[in-house]
């Protein structure tokens, strides 16, 4: 697999060699959902500080108060006569302290949108920002209750518009917080005060808004982020287009479709924390919900029926840990992940873990079953053995299967299935101890970097 060229986020751009930015190895028994990118792909560049930019900006620019991030990969930095010229990406990050937005130029040079900027140019607490590979940048600017519409040509952010203003009418905002941009252009705003979501056509017009201000699943109540899909993209998996919105202060996510109508909801509670506070929010290839816990440290991974994976991280400035993590982009195609901290900025590949490995013989049935828990889409291959009875068989190589809960059954002659029969096979098992050894491989970048080994065993009499 080619290197890719990754923005590590907002400030990594510069930075030289923090190490830790090795490739899993295998039957690594740490949370692996999120992977660290292996060190060709990164010359040792995962995480960036404070201290960083600092230094590269020779102290004129600091990390203070960073919300929003958004990445992608524009097309004018194209360059058709080379097939392999398809892995350099752009992010921008919201700088909310110095009403900036940081973003690199190249793979080499940062840019600032913000620091000399007046009058109708100049933002004014800018949180949420949304972008598309046309060179489209949408950014919330909270401060000044309006949207401000921006423009990269390649390498320079230039200001094309404000949208809307102070106001309860459609088309207004009162403090507009979480955005995001569906593949043909449409905004959708978190339009906070109003507690409503507004969508922005291409042309700027008002296109619909909805939102019945309340408590109740359904309605909404100071919504702060949304992420969405018109399942149009080229690297989306399925075709279902929604939008998931965080509201009712940070504890709830709402499921919608694109006409504003309720599908589902979920809750702090569901991720196993009493309390704790969703911020941002990003969607994968496979539309799993990816959203960032200010208050736990962490992120929570939800599938795109709203059903709970995974969470990934705690508190601390260690390896696979965050402080206040805020902004979250995910690149699709590859599967990079990029994080937005207090202090900080970290960049990882998404990776799968496997949980709750079981086996059992089912003596109704004369069935082995084997149960386990995936946290992401993933390639499994399958190995049987028996010591003593000098057996061993590999039952399935690289077969593909969806996350969360799954169980395989197999009869004596070692065939699987995915469901249950309800008749009593009449082959017995061989007496004996079996160990049943999983391979597990993400369908991302890191396949050809990281794989998790597990085993578990199961006697017979």
């Given amino acids: 697999m080619r290197k890719i060229k990754s923005f590590i986020v907002v400030f990594i751009v510069f930075c ?57 990969r524009l097309h004018s930095w194209e360059d058709p006569d080379d097939k392999k010229d398809d892995d350099e990406v752009t992010g921008y ?39 598309n590979s046309q060179g489209d940048i949408y950014v919330t600017d909270t401060g000044n209750n309006r949207i401000v519409r921006l423009f990269n040509p390649k390498k320079e952010l230039k200001f094309v518009n404000a949208i809307g203003g102070k106001g309860t009418q459609p088309g207004q905002f009162i403090s507009p917080e979480g955005i995001a941009m569906d593949y043909s252009g449409m905004v959708y705003i978190c339009d906070k005060g109003n507690d409503r979501i507004q969508m922005i056509r291409p042309d700027n017009k008002l ?27 080229r690297w989306t998996h399925y075709k279902s287009p929604f939008m998931v919105v965080v509201d009712l202060d940070g504890t709830r996510l709402q499921k919608f479709d694109l006409n504003g109508n309720f599908i589902k909801s979920a809750n702090i509670e569901n991720t ?28 929570h991974k939800f599938d795109r029926n709203l059903e709970f994976l995974t969470t990934f991280g705690k508190k601390g400035n260690d390896d696979r840990e965050f402080i206040e993590p805020r902004g979250i982009s995910i690149y699709k195609r590859f599967g990079q992940v990029f994080i937005a901290e207090k202090e900080s900025a970290q960049y990882y590949w998404i990776g799968t873990d496997i949980k709750d490995l079981k086996v059992s013989l089912r003596n109704e049935n004369n069935l082995i079953a084997l149960n386990f828990f995936l946290t992401e889409p993933s390639l499994l291959t399958l190995t049987v053995s028996s010591k003593n009875n000098n057996f ?17 059954y197999f009869n004596a002659d070692w065939k699987h299935s995915y469901k249950m029969t309800p008749e009593k096979n009449e082959l017995q098992f061989t007496s004996g101890k079996y160990k049943f050894q999983l391979k597990v491989e993400p369908t991302y970048s890191s396949i050809n ?9 199961l006697s017979i009499n």
């Fill in 16 to 72: 030289l060699n923090l190490g830790q930015a090795l490739s899993i190895v295998k039957k690594d028994p740490k949370p692996t959902s999120l992977v660290f990118p292996s060190f060709l792909h990164t010359m040792g560049i995962r995480k960036a500080t404070k201290l960083h930019l600092m230094i590269y900006t020779r102290n004129k620019v600091k990390v203070k108060n960073p919300q929003g991030l958004v990445v992608t």
């Fill in 207 to 233: 296109h619909f808004w909805f939102g019945d201000k309340g408590k109740d699943d359904g309605q909404l109540w100071q919504p702060t982020a949304t992420a969405v899909t018109n399942g149009r993209e």
């Fill in 272 to 299: 196993g924390f009493a309390d704790g506070k969703f911020f941002y929010l990003a969607l994968d290839y496979y539309s799993n919900i990816w959203v960032t816990d200010f208050e736990n440290h962490c992120i």
């Fill in 392 to 408: 061993e068989k590999k039952i399935f190589e690289r077969n593909k299967f969806f996350s969360g809960q799954q169980i395989v």
């Fill in 449 to 457: 970097y990281f794989a998790k080994e597990v085993e578990t065993s």
């Fill in 93 to 131: 990050g919201v700088n909310t302290g110095q009403n900036l937005i940081v973003y690199n130029k190249s793979m080499t040079a940062l840019g600032f949108y913000g620091r000399n900027e007046k009058g109708i140019r100049k933002l004014n607490g800018p949180t949420g920002i949304a972008a």
